[in-house]
C-alpha cells in the first residue's frame, strides 16, 4: 500500500472476503449453555469447511476459542480444541481471527461480577502464551469481546442472557468494557504487535414519519449510542476505565438487513422495499460515518441474509463496499457470517438458512454441508466486482487519511 504514509497501519489480512464461523457459547434465553461450535457441525467437519473456502479465495476466518469451555475453573486453562483449530487452520493456510468472548463467560461469572475484569484479563495473557507457543511469528488478530453493544441490551435489559437483568444495559456495557479494556491491555503487553479487531453492530434508528423534534433528538441518540462502546475503549467517554486511543486498531462492524429501524411504533426499515425508504440510509454512507468518527480502517465483520434473499443481499452488499471503497473508505475486509448455516440460539431446531452452505440435519452426525448455488454465483461476481475497484487507478491513488 505506497500510498499510505510510512506509520500507517498495515492490513494484516490475507484475503478480502472472509468466513465467519458462528462460535457462540452463550447461556440462553432459557438459561441452557449452547455450543455452535460443535451444533453446526463446524469442529467435526474442520478440514472439510477449510477445503470448501478455496474456490471462493477465502483465506481469512473468523473463529471463537469459547471462553466458557477454556476455563472450566478459575485461572485453569484447557487449549486442547484450540489447538487442534489451529493445526488444521495450519495445514491448510487458512488465517484464524480469534474472538475471546463471543457471548459465552464461565458458569461462575457475569459482566455485573467484580472479577470479571480481573478473570478476562488472564485469559488474555494466557491466551497469548498458548497461542505463542504454537505460532511464534505469525500475526495475531484478537477480537476480545464480540458486540458489546448488542450483548449489554441482551443481558442488560432484555434477559436474554446472563445476567437476565432489565434495565440494567449500561452497567452490564460498563462491565463488558472494563473488561475489554483492561483485556486489551493485557494482550498488548504479552504481545506488542498483536491487532486489535473490534466487533460492534452497525445501525441506523430513525424516527416515524411526521415526527416532533424531540423524537427526532432522540432516535439522534439512539444512532450516536452504537459508538459508545468503542468510544470507551478509546478513552472518549468513561475514561475512568483506562481507554485509549491507542487500543483501536481496526474496528469492525456487523451489518445485518435488520439493523434500521423506526423507534417508534417499532418496525425494521426495508433494504430493497421500492421504492426505497428516504429514512433508510446506505451501508456506504454508515461506513463513512464510522470512518469519519475514529480515522481508522474498517472491515464488515457480519453481514448475511437468511432464506432466497441471500444472492440479493450480496449484490446489495458488493454495490454498497464498492461506493465506501471509492470515496476513500479504507475497507480492508467483508465477512461472511455465517458462512455455514446456524440454528437460533433459544430455539435450536429453527435453523436460519443464512449461510454460504446449507445445513442439512442427519438422524446422527454432524449436519451435512449443501452449497447453496444463488448466493455463490453472486459471491464469485461480487468478488470480482471489488477486486476491479481495488485494482482501479482511481482507488490507488486516493490519499488514506488513516491517523497511524
Known amino acids: 500500500m505506497h500510498h499510505l504514509h510510512k506509520n500507517a497501519p498495515q492490513n494484516p489480512f490475507q484475503s478480502f472476503w472472509m468466513g465467519g464461523y458462528e462460535c457462540t457459547d452463550q447461556l440462553n434465553a432459557f438459561g441452557h449453555r449452547v455450543d455452535f461450535l460443535h451444533l453446526t457441525g463446524h469442529f467435526q467437519k474442520l478440514d472439510e469447511d477449510y477445503q470448501a473456502l478455496n474456490p471462493f479465495g477465502i483465506r481469512t476466518v473468523r473463529e471463537g476459542i469459547r471462553w466458557s469451555q477454556v476455563e472450566r475453573t478459575p485461572y485453569h486453562y484447557d487449549w486442547s480444541t484450540v489447538a487442534s483449530m489451529l493445526a488444521t487452520g495450519q495445514?491448510?493456510?487458512?488465517?484464524q481471527v480469534w474472538d475471546l468472548c463471543h457471548f459465552g463467560y464461565p458458569d461462575d461469572l457475569t459482566p455485573l461480577h467484580p472479577m470479571f475484569a480481573r478473570r478476562f484479563a488472564a485469559l488474555c495473557r494466557a491466551f497469548v502464551e498458548f497461542y505463542r507457543s504454537h505460532r511464534p511469528d505469525d500475526v495475531l488478530i484478537v477480537t476480545p469481546i464480540n458486540e458489546v453493544s448488542f450483548m449489554s441490551w441482551l443481558g442488560g435489559d432484555v434477559?436474554?442472557?446472563?445476567?437476565?437483568?432489565?434495565?440494567?444495559?449500561w452497567e452490564v456495557k460498563r462491565g463488558l468494557m472494563r473488561a475489554y479494556i483492561e483485556g486489551t491491555a493485557a494482550?498488548?503487553?504479552?504481545?506488542?504487535g498483536i491487532r486489535i479487531l473490534t466487533t460492534e453492530p452497525m445501525i441506523n434508528v430513525v424516527p416515524r414519519l411526521g415526527a416532533n423534534r424531540t423524537e427526532r433528538n432522540r432516535t439522534t441518540e439512539f444512532t450516536i449510542n452504537q459508538f459508545q462502546s468503542v468510544d470507551m475503549l478509546a478513552g472518549r467517554l468513561c475514561p475512568e476505565l483506562g481507554g485509549s486511543p491507542d487500543f483501536l486498531d481496526i474496528l469492525g462492524f456487523n451489518f445485518y438487513y435488520d439493523n434500521q429501524w423506526q423507534l417508534e411504533?417499532?418496525?425494521?426499515l426495508g433494504w430493497n422495499d421500492s421504492p426505497l425508504d428516504p429514512r433508510w440510509k446506505p451501508l456506504s454512507a454508515l461506513l463513512q460515518m464510522a470512518y469519519q468518527r475514529y480515522q481508522r480502517p474498517v472491515v464488515l465483520t457480519e453481514?448475511?441474509?437468511p432464506g432466497i434473499d441471500r444472492p440479493l443481499w450480496?449484490?446489495?452488499i458488493a454495490r454498497e463496499c464498492a461506493i465506501a471503497l471509492r470515496q476513500g473508505v479504507p475497507l480492508w475486509g467483508v465477512c461472511l457470517y455465517p458462512i455455514i448455516d446456524r440454528p437460533d440460539w433459544d430455539f435450536q431446531d429453527n435453523w436460519h438458512q443464512s449461510g454460504l452452505w446449507d445445513a442439512e440435519l442427519l438422524p446422527d452426525g454432524p449436519p451435512q454441508r449443501v452449497l447453496y448455488e444463488p448466493y455463490a454465483e453472486e459471491l464469485l461476481r461480487a468478488q470480482a466486482h471489488i477486486a476491479e475497484v481495488l485494482a482501479s487507478a482511481e482507488y490507488a491513488q486516493k490519499p488514506q487519511r488513516v491517523m497511524a
Open 91 to 95: 495445514r491448510h493456510g487458512v488465517q
Open 159 to 169: 434477559r436474554g442472557t446472563s445476567p437476565y437483568c432489565v434495565g440494567q444495559g
Open 187 to 192: 494482550l498488548r503487553e504479552a504481545d506488542p
Open 265 to 268: 411504533p417499532h418496525q425494521t
Open 303 to 305: 453481514t448475511s441474509h
Open 314 to 316: 450480496m449484490q446489495h
